[in-house]
């Protein structure tokens, strides 16, 4: 069964760089068939896509996000990561990662999510 | 990129049937089939409820079904149970310059 993990420190300063990484188990991240990304939620609003990286290095990012993020797979560990520079108050979120269906865009398995809170 | 239009709120009885409508643009509900609606319970993850419109996963119940009209697209609860009280999002694949995927505003439906 495909699970995914979300890791990372839940308090960050404000001007401090983000670092996530997101663990696959139950399946491979080179399937040609999925993207692997990441979903945001402030608290009490709405989700906001940040960006997808296929398992080649390829990414596809939120242009609101401008050139804040990094994504990046790791095949050989399984994982995949997001890095967001200079967080603010505003980028305080539930952060999700999940499977993106390539073929009919739409994510198709979540992970938990991981609570980031920026003072 | 401006998210997509939901009521903020939906309430119905237990076995009713609601829906819940998702508007976009020709750049996004009205231009491909790729909406999608999740479920989402207070401290959970989203929950894919169905995708490319009207297709539902495997475990997904049948009292819940999609269809799309021009820029809105609509998620119909049939047969409301109270475990459907949540938050439900609809997303869609997008052309308009970028993000890829842009999300419903959220709708609360309540069982009253």
């Known amino acids: 069964q495909l699970q995914l993990q979300a890791s990372g420190p839940g308090l960050l300063k404000s001007s401090e760089t983000l670092s996530l990484t997101c663990s696959v188990s139950g399946a491979s991240i080179t399937s040609s068939s999925y993207y692997w990304g990441w979903i945001r939620q402030p608290p009490g609003k709405a989700l906001e896509w940040i960006g997808t990286v296929y398992h080649t290095g390829d990414t596809f990012q939120n242009p609101s996000l401008n050139s804040r993020v990094t994504l990046a797979a790791d095949t050989s560990k399984s994982q995949f990561s997001l890095r967001l520079t200079s967080v603010t108050a505003a980028d305080t979120a539930v952060y999700y990662c999940a499977r993106f269906v390539g073929f009919d865009y739409y994510m198709d398995v979540w992970g938990k999510g991981t609570t980031v809170i920026v003072s | 990129q401006s998210a997509l239009t939901q009521p903020a709120s939906v309430s119905g009885s237990p076995g009713q049937s609601i829906t819940i409508s998702c508007t976009g643009t020709t750049s996004d509900v009205g231009g491909y089939n790729f909406v999608s609606w999740y479920q989402q319970h207070p401290g959970k993850a989203p929950k894919l409820l169905i995708y490319?419109?009207?297709d539902r996963p495997s475990g997904v119940s049948d009292r819940f079904s999609g269809s799309k009209s021009a820029n809105t697209a609509s998620l119909t609860i049939s047969g409301l149970q109270p475990e459907d009280e949540a938050e439900y999002y609809c997303t869609a694949y997008t052309t308009s310059r970028t993000p890829l995927y842009v999300f419903g505003t959220g709708t609360k439906v309540t069982v009253l």
């Open positions: 490319a419109v009207s």
